[in-house]
């Protein structure tokens, strides 16, 4: 294919500024992005011929942490939403530059980095410029093939079956560049990999030019040796498997007779003597001629010579079944033309009954499962959507048939790990036309055994579930875009055929939108109640073995290879987690669920941790009863995370604040009824503490992090929201004055406090505390917003005036919110208490990152701990007694001041100065205590004074 440089306007900078030089604004966002993808591209150019090992340009150009947010996955987003309206241009613009991108010379620079490259490589190779240039050529049309088909395909993918027409000059270039890499050989990963994305394109534009590319291929069989040469062979048969032939043309269909099935009819001898062969053409007629029998069928198109030619491919199938040393090959070829006559149904009725019986023998044999199962859904799908009325007895007998073959308990056919997809198709597409048989027969089975001895059983069992039970609940609205589950994306390495499973997925989508199986009866509560009870156990058993991988729990180098070692266990997980959407497993108690949910949202597996999140905001939006319990869980398991890991409490944050909005969005537009809840589960309704949140957030308010204090004011916002709502609902909900509105109506004199040099304790402890708090003098530049405050005082200069307006917020609290002080010092303490226990009052500290957050949390929390600590007797805890990590116990102020006067005589600037700053803060009723202490211990000179 002759290419010719042609120069594009995203490739070099715009001329001008002015806007009206552009037609539209969206003509100058169009090349915006454009230019964006050129530059992306040419920017990891360089990188990839440089790369000796970078076969897979998935893995230079995603993110493998997070492959959905990289910078391409972006730039595709962006494009697509363009090709709503502007596909065809678009797609013109990027065959364009893909042509004129291997058409550039190559620099001479590049060359000299390449030679370099190589020398320095294990190789050593010396290259010439040549040789250089003609590595480089080669791997720059790898490249930008790459790129292309990826984009293309990712763009088509969008349309799904509403492909628009494309010009024909792009379709006849994108044609020869699929068929270049089918023709020739794929030496290395990379090329099999675009060579299949091409033809997955072909898959897509055969919508409209089926005629063109069938008569290609056609050529390209006859051409030269054809299909004898064995390495051309496989690939053009694998090529040819994503056509779409349309039922509705007559020109599709005779094309397809024409240059197919005729083709394999004078070829079938030949080409079903090798193995390799052979299967490849099963698949080929597997691929095409399965989606035929979806039809539909027109009346004004002849189906004769398409039901002959299907006839004869079936007997000569059926002789060489016969033949075959490993017959079980022959069952695509098969259950494939068994369903593909579309006007006459002698052929189906006459031998499926003898296929599938054949069919289900081949199972025994692990290797042969696959496609025998695939086989079984072909013929299933046809039984129950031509025959269930017209001949109820076969299908009757093709159900029972499934049951006992397939899904009994004391089968000898066990499920593997590989086919559990085509097993949960199975199961759904049964209980489509018969949920009765499919509920008590099948899945019932499955999830009785909650030891897990047969783990795929137990999956299909609780997926098939899920799904039936989910489906039947659709608004009538919302079917036509119900998508079936995939059990792919639960368990990792799982293998098969992907063309094959969106043929099932799009089969079952579409009874969906046919509203087939919606008549039928409820599920009976005696099902829900086996369904929650298999839950149970099996979700204790996960905990105990894979729960514990967080990422906020001290743990080895060993987590990786631990993730590799179960990672069965937490697909299990996953599982679990998905179909809790449906029922609450009681037996584990509400708190400890959704603590243990909670959890989950920090586990070292992402998808085990954005299953658990997705289950949060699924009770959240859907159970009321659950909401006080998720909302108290989720804070009192964010405070686990320790202060050092800031990254992560963020996220935990971030979290928190979704769930709140849920709820506050369900106050502002409630549910007309919880139609969610299993008639098996009984939820009490739970108290919620609204104090418990206001404590929390006043310990995230001492972190030196600003956007963690941010979200602790967001916080506290939304609880006050919810709490003013829950206590005009209940009178049992606690009542007091919520943490955000004091600090609402003190935020003037909070703010001014904050900027008061005060460096002694406060002596006169008689004084009117408020009316000390309200005659301090404003600094110049004084600010009204205490959240304007917080948000601003995050330099290390600010540090210290922030320590101070902690101090004051904790007076305040302490005074008009006791329960939220007495919360937030419960959890405040041991976090003080692990950081004393670290700290020496004779040793300086070396400063490191993690010595230095240390050093700012230690004098914000004294700050607000000598604010809000309690009094306290001899019933609340010894002063020896110890706190985590060895640190003090720092229950009451008592112990806080023991722990805290030693470092008044410090000669360390960094530990005795915040002692000096909060001792302030000391609510009056205390001071006695400090002089006392400090005498006793004589600990700081001015005791004896």
């Not at 010719?4 to 806007?19: Q, R």
Request: net charge neutral; charged share 25%.
């Amino acid at each position: 294919m002759a290419s010719v440089f042609i120069p594009l306007p995203w490739e070099s900078p715009f001329d001008t500024k002015d806007v009206s030089d552009f037609e539209t604004p969206t003509h100058l966002l169009f090349k915006t992005i454009c230019h964006s993808y050129a530059k992306f591209a040419t920017n990891y150019f360089e990188d990839y011929v440089l790369k000796d090992d970078a076969n897979l340009m998935d893995e230079l150009v995603f993110d493998r942490e997070a492959p959905i947010s990289s910078p391409f996955s972006q730039l595709l987003q962006s494009l697509t939403i363009i090709s709503v309206n502007f596909l065809t241009p678009l797609a013109n613009a990027l065959i364009n530059w893909r042509n004129s991108s291997i058409c550039r010379p190559i620099s001479s620079d590049l060359i000299k980095k390449k030679i370099d490259a190589v020398l320095k490589s294990k190789s050593k190779k010396q290259l010439t410029d040549k040789e250089a240039s003609t590595i480089i050529e080669e791997k720059r049309q790898l490249f930008y093939d790459y790129f292309f088909s990826k984009t293309i395909h990712f763009l088509f993918e969008g349309f799904i079956n509403n492909l628009p027409r494309l010009s024909d000059d792009f379709c006849i270039q994108t044609e020869d560049l699929a068929f270049l890499y089918i023709i020739n050989e794929a030496n290395n990963p990379l090329r099999i990999h675009i060579r299949e994305t091409y033809c997955k394109i072909l898959g897509f534009v055969s919508k409209y030019r089926i005629t063109q590319i069938l008569r290609r291929f056609k050529q390209e069989f006859d051409s030269k040796e054809g299909l004898k040469r064995f390495n051309i062979g496989v690939p053009l048969m694998l090529g040819i498997r994503y056509l779409k032939i349309d039922t509705k043309s007559n020109e599709s269909i005779q094309s397809a007779v024409t240059n197919l099935l005729e083709v394999v009819n004078a070829n079938f001898k030949e080409w079903t003597k090798k193995g390799e062969l052979r299967e490849a053409l099963g698949n080929l007629l597997a691929f095409i001629l399965a989606p035929i029998s979806q039809g539909p069928i027109d009346s004004s198109v002849s189906y004769d010579n398409w039901d002959k030619a299907v006839t004869n491919l079936f007997n000569l199938s059926q002789a060489s079944a016969k033949k075959v040393k490993k017959s079980w090959q022959m069952v695509p070829y098969l259950s494939s033309l068994v369903v593909a006559t579309l006007k006459t149904n002698d052929v189906f009725l006459q031998n499926a009954d003898t296929i599938i019986d054949n069919t289900f023998s081949y199972l025994k044999d692990v290797s042969n499962r696959p496609i025998c199962l695939e086989a079984i859904f072909r013929i299933g799908f046809n039984y129950f959507s031509k025959f269930n009325t017209i001949h109820g007895d076969k299908t009757n007998k093709f159900v029972t048939n499934v049951i006992n073959q397939l899904y009994q308990k004391k089968r000898d056919i066990a499920i593997n790990k590989e086919c559990v997809d085509i097993y949960l198709d199975i199961v759904t597409l049964v209980a489509f036309y018969n949920q009765e048989a499919s509920l008590k027969g099948i899945i019932t089975d499955l999830v009785r055994d909650t030891n897990i001895q047969n783990p795929e059983s137990y999956l299909i069992g609780l997926l098939s579930f899920y799904q039936i039970d989910f489906r039947r609940r659709i608004p009538e609205s919302q079917r036509a875009n119900w998508i079936p589950l995939s059990a792919d994306s639960f368990i990792t390495g799982l293998t098969g055929e992907s063309l094959g499973k969106n043929w099932r997925k799009q089969v079952l989508s579409q009874l969906t939108s046919q509203n087939i199986g919606f008549g039928q009866s409820p599920i009976p509560e005696e099902d829900y109640t086996k369904f929650n009870r298999a839950i149970q156990p099996v979700l204790i058993q996960l905990d105990q073995q894979v729960g514990g991988l967080v990422k906020h729990v001290r743990g080895g180098p060993q987590r990786t290879e631990l993730l590799k070692e179960k990672s069965y266990a937490l697909d299990f997980l996953r599982v679990i987690l998905r179909v809790c959407r449906r029922t609450v497993p009681l037996g584990i108690g509400v708190f400890d669920l959704s603590q243990m949910i909670a959890k989950y949202t920090l586990h070292l597996h992402d998808g085990v941790a954005d299953e658990a999140f997705c289950l949060l905001k699924h009770y959240m939006e859907l159970r009321p009863k659950l909401r006080p319990v998720i909302a108290l869980s989720f804070a009192r398991f964010i405070l686990t995370v320790s202060d050092l890991l800031p990254i992560l409490l963020k996220n935990s944050l971030k979290k928190l604040q979704e769930l709140f909005q849920i709820w506050i969005d369900k106050i502002v537009h409630p549910l007309e009824k919880d139609n969610e809840a299993l008639p098996c589960e009984k939820i009490d309704s739970i108290e919620y503490d609204p104090n418990e949140i206001d404590g929390m957030c006043l310990v995230f308010l001492c972190s030196p992090d600003i956007a963690i204090r941010k979200q602790a004011l967001d916080i506290l916002k939304m609880n006050a929201v919810i709490s003013e709502n829950l206590l005009a609902e209940s009178a049992s909900i606690k009542k007091g004055t919520r943490l955000m509105r004091a600090l609402l109506e003190n935020e003037e004199t909070l703010v001014g406090f904050s900027y008061e040099q005060r460096n002694c304790i406060i002596t006169n402890y008689e004084t009117d505390f408020d009316a000390l708090l309200r005659n301090q003098p404003r600094p110049k530049n004084y600010k009204k917003s205490t959240k304007r405050t917080i948000e601003r005082l995050s330099t290390k200069k600010d540090n210290e005036k922030y320590s101070r307006l902690l101090g004051f917020i904790g007076l305040k609290a302490s005074s008009v919110c006791p329960e939220a002080a007495s919360h937030c010092w419960r959890n405040a303490s041991q976090r003080l208490s692990s950081i004393i226990g670290m700290l020496d009052a004779s040793k300086e500290t070396k400063v490191t990152e993690g010595s230095d957050a240390r050093l700012i949390f230690w004098r914000n929390y004294i700050c607000l701990g000598c604010a809000i600590a309690p009094e306290g007797g001899p019933d609340l805890g010894s002063e020896s007694s110890q706190g985590p990590e060895g640190g003090p116990s720092l229950y009451t102020a008592n112990q806080l001041l023991h722990a805290l006067l030693p470092f008044l005589s410090s000669e360390v600037k960094s530990l005795r100065v915040p002692v000096e700053i909060s001792l302030q803060f000391i609510q009056p009723s205390i001071f006695p205590s400090v002089f006392r202490e400090a005498a006793a211990s004589e600990a700081i000179a001015f005791a004896d004074e």
